[in-house]
């Protein structure tokens, strides 16, 4: 098992910048390839960016690329997730997760975080 604790998230004026942070416990982050997901009211949860177990391959989704930034420091156990020229439609709950493989497919990830919110104002 591995637990995962998101922070960062807040109000954000259109333009701005967050950085949101993932830490894990019970396990090392690097048995794991870890990712960025987001649920907005009345959607459902989405892919945001994935990162490999070594950090040497990333992926977004393409209404994030290019204005975030996924990296993991292995040695700190934590991932982050910097988010630059935020948009109104960027407001979501941003969740953290880690799994075996890597895959866009939220159902098929195996430990989340509780999630942070993240609010973008026009």
């Known amino acids: 098992q591995v637990q995962l604790v998101e922070s960062g998230g807040g109000l954000v004026q259109a333009g701005g910048s967050l950085r949101l942070s993932c830490a894990g416990s019970?396990?090392?982050?690097?048995?794991?390839?870890l990712g960025w997901f987001r649920q907005a009211p009345g959607k459902e949860r989405e892919y945001v960016a994935i990162?490999?177990?070594?950090?040497?391959?990333?992926y977004y989704s393409r209404s994030v690329e290019p204005r975030f930034t996924i990296t993991r420091d292995n040695a700190k156990n934590t991932m982050y997730l910097e988010m630059n020229s935020l948009k109104p439609e960027d407001t979501a709950v941003y969740y953290c997760?880690?799994?075996?493989?890597?895959?866009?497919?939220?159902?098929?990830?195996?430990?989340w975080g509780q999630g942070t919110q993240v609010t973008v104002s026009s």
């Open positions: 019970g396990r090392p982050l690097s048995d794991f390839a």
């Open positions: 990162i490999t177990r070594g950090g040497g391959v990333t």
């Open positions: 997760a880690a799994n075996a493989n890597i895959t866009p497919n939220s159902r098929s990830w195996d430990f």
